[in-house]
């Protein structure tokens, strides 16, 4: 740039009735919107939009009843649904399964009776049964915290019957 260029321009920054902060003002804003048009708004290059993987299809259980050993099956693996029982209740919670299915944060709880941990806000092995639980020894706030899960429950998930102590054969 020659030293005549350079004053031209330091006359033109220095114009004081702000003809050339308005010029630069415009210029700089067309700049942008060309940008944003050309190379954002109208980019053809882009990739499209992800989609989210479908979740997978799996057969709805039935209403029915079960006891502790038919719950045990239903615990996520093999593609099997996720249901859990919440104060002798069966919920199928497999649209949940990030949380209760294989290696989700309640996985232990699948395929069992999740009522005295639940109720005792635990993740702790001992406090899931592998025997009919009849919770009569839950202290008053911790028989508030299960129904507190199972409204949760209820209001999220399908019910599909009762935790049995034992299964009644007819003869």
């Known amino acids: 740039m020659t030293l005549e260029t350079a004053d031209a321009l330091e006359d033109l920054t220095m114009s004081t009735d702000g003809t050339a902060y308005i010029v630069t003002t415009i210029a700089l804003l067309g700049?942008?919107?060309?940008?944003y048009y050309f190379y954002i708004y109208n980019n053809p290059d882009e990739p499209e939009e992800e989609q989210e993987p479908e979740e997978e299809k799996?057969?709805?259980?039935?209403?029915?009843?079960?006891?502790?050993?038919?719950?045990?099956?239903?615990?996520?693996?093999?593609?099997?649904?996720?249901?859990i029982a919440v104060n002798h209740i069966v919920y199928d919670v497999t649209k949940g399964k990030n949380f209760y299915?294989?290696?989700?944060?309640?996985?232990?709880?699948?395929?069992?009776?999740g009522s005295r941990a639940l109720a005792k806000m635990s993740l702790d092995e001992s406090d899931v049964k592998d025997e009919y639980d009849d919770l009569d020894d839950l202290?008053?706030?911790?028989?508030?915290?299960?129904?507190?899960?199972?409204?949760?429950?209820q209001t999220r998930y399908t019910e599909l019957g009762k935790l049995l102590k034992t299964r009644e054969t007819e003869e």
């Open 31 to 35: 700049g942008v919107l060309a940008f």
């Open 58 to 83: 799996y057969t709805a259980l039935e209403p029915q009843d079960f006891t502790l050993e038919e719950l045990k099956p239903y615990d996520g693996t093999d593609g099997k649904p996720v249901c």
């Open 139 to 153: 202290t008053p706030f911790q028989r508030d915290s299960l129904s507190e899960w199972e409204m949760k429950f």
């Open 101 to 113: 299915g294989p290696g989700g944060p309640y996985a232990m709880l699948a395929g069992k009776d």
